[in-house]
């Protein structure tokens, strides 16, 4: 079992930034793949960004350029850095976690654990 903690969500004007971080339990951490995916109202859960075991990086192609996602294994947290928000990023974002290989970043279903989802509200 897993648990995952997001935080750093929440309103912020057209052009701004917020950092996104999502702490997870156990000692494997480093041995994780994690990701961001995220919901808005009526849509479905779609991808974000993912990091593998070896900080491999992906991103959707509506984030690139944009965001960036990172780890601390010491502390156990993926981060999020979203910058030139736009309206449309909107959502609940959640972060999870796949524990072994392989890794397909973008398939919900890979993942094995996720989180209660943090806010973001980007207003124009």
């Known amino acids: 079992q897993v648990t995952l903690v997001e935080s750093g969500g929440g309103l912020v004007q057209a052009g701004g930034s917020l950092r996104l971080s999502c702490t997870a339990s156990?000692?494997?951490?480093?041995?994780?793949?994690m990701a961001w995916f995220r919901q808005a109202p009526g849509k479905e859960r779609e991808f974000v960004a993912g990091?593998?075991?070896?900080?491999?990086?992906y991103y959707a192609d509506s984030v690139k350029g944009r965001f960036t996602i990172s780890r601390d294994n010491d502390k156990n947290t993926v981060y999020l850095q979203m910058n030139s928000l736009k309206p449309e990023d909107t959502a609940l974002y959640y972060c999870?976690?796949?524990?072994?290989?392989?890794?397909?970043?973008?398939?919900?279903?890979?993942?094995?654990?996720w989180g209660q989802g943090t806010q973001v509200t980007v207003s124009s």
């Open positions: 156990g000692r494997a951490f480093s041995s994780y793949a």
């Open positions: 999870a976690v796949r524990r072994a290989p392989p890794y397909r970043p973008a398939h919900r279903d890979a993942y094995d654990y």
């Open positions: 990091i593998s075991w070896n900080s491999s990086t």
